[in-house]
């Protein structure tokens, strides 16, 4: 069992965070004051080919493993939690599912644009009404003459309105939920209301409208019916980048209230040498690392090529846990200047970390996925022959 990093994944870890350092971190603060997308970041983050990092070289993408994608999620998002989400909807749910699921012909139209940052990726799953429960979603697809007229209401769509391509969901009559590929300046796709949201504020989201939006026949994603497949298939993996992103948020949380407890001093000496703040810190530490760890095995089973559902689910319920905790301690070390926006980072982790245990499903999801999981290795521990060891492996 090796947990090194190889030399490439170092190298795109100490890449990932200077760039996170230097060009990323110092704009944090005012985009998310100000509700403004960074442009300009994600046309460098397309240069350095980031915006298919894990993307097969066939299809335009730089070729990396996952964890490397990981890796990069996890120190992007230290720096600005908006900026990681963007590109974890990008790659993980804009473009994987096209990959996992497209035809070849799909894969060559539509992949190269999108890993090469041409065009922002979108997935088009929640409505007004529905979220979690995705089999009952109300928008419809009706067959006409060559292709599909899609009508209905997404809601809370990360990189709606700068996407150039969006992977949607629509009920089928007689079939079901059904996934369709289609270009976001398309007839009769307009936006609704842009979100005024809580935390990770740089990443845009809107609401999308579809009023009659014809999708050719050729553009259908997988199977008329078989959405929820298309779907969840793109949430296991997905999982493990939101994991990603929380780590950072965490990381990022961890290192500000070091710094500061290390610096401040009561009583004639550091906060941090007093044992209520070095047991917080401790404590921090573990779980952070406890999280990466879940998140980079997660990584490794889908460059393996193993069925990530539990796996992606563990990461993501500890990971999100772990950066809403982390986040709240760094506020309670910081005191009042943690409160303060213009005080201190903690502020914004503390908010930017909350969504991460309700997007991409929220941690009651997590641990429904999971305990049906244990229940299921349970059933089949009782069939197993005699003499048949039993019990949960390390991958999964």
């Not at 089949?380 to 390390?394: H, K, R």
Request: aromatic share 8%; glycine share 10%; charged share 25%.
């Amino acid at each position: 069992m090796d947990f090194a990093l190889t030399e490439k994944q170092r190298q795109i870890k100490n890449e990932t965070a200077r760039f996170a350092d230097k060009e990323v971190a110092p704009g944090a603060a005012e985009r998310d004051a100000t509700d403004t997308y960074p442009n300009d970041l994600f046309e460098r983050l397309s240069e350095m080919d980031y915006m298919g990092l894990s993307v097969p070289q066939e299809y335009g993408g730089a070729g990396e493993d996952f964890v490397s994608y990981a890796i990069a999620l996890e120190e992007l998002s230290r720096a600005d939690a908006g900026v990681g989400a963007t590109l974890a909807v990008h790659t993980s749910a804009g473009t994987m599912p096209i990959l996992l699921f497209g035809t070849e012909e799909q894969k060559q139209r539509w992949v190269p644009s999108l890993a090469s940052g041409e065009k922002i990726g979108c997935f088009m799953l929640t409505e007004p009404n529905i979220g979690s429960d995705a089999g009952a979603m109300e928008a419809t697809a009706e067959k006409v003459e060559g292709g599909y007229a899609l009508t209905g209401h997404k809601q809370w769509i990360t990189n709606g309105r700068i996407a150039g391509t969006g992977i949607v969901f629509a009920r089928l009559p007689g079939a079901g939920p059904t996934a369709f590929i289609l270009p976001m300046d398309a007839e009769g796709l307009s936006f609704g209301r842009h979100a005024k949201k809580m935390g990770v504020i740089s990443a845009t989201t809107d609401d999308v409208i579809l009023d009659g939006v014809f999708v050719p026949d050729k553009d259908l994603l997988g199977e008329p019916g078989k959405g929820l497949r298309v779907a969840l298939g793109t949430l296991d993996p997905g999982r493990i980048g939101i994991a990603a992103q929380a780590v950072g948020i965490a990381e990022a949380a961890f290192r500000h209230a070091t710094a500061f407890a290390a610096e401040r001093q009561t009583f004639g000496k550091a906060i941090a040498e007093h044992q209520a703040i070095a047991f917080k810190l401790a404590e921090m530490q573990v779980k952070i690392r406890a999280a990466r760890l879940l998140t980079y095995e997660a990584a490794w089973m889908k460059d393996a090529g193993e069925r990530v559902t539990e796996a992606g689910a563990r990461a993501k319920l500890f990971a999100s846990q772990t950066a809403n905790e982390v986040a709240f301690e760094a506020v309670q070390i910081l005191g009042g200047r943690g409160y303060m926006k213009d005080e201190s980072p903690v502020e914004r982790l503390y908010r930017d970390a909350r969504v991460t245990e309700i997007y991409e499903g929220t941690s009651e999801i997590q641990k429904l996925v999971l305990s049906r999981a244990i229940l299921k290795e349970h059933a089949a521990s009782l069939e197993a022959p005699a003499g048949v060891a039993g019990g949960t492996t390390v991958v999964g």
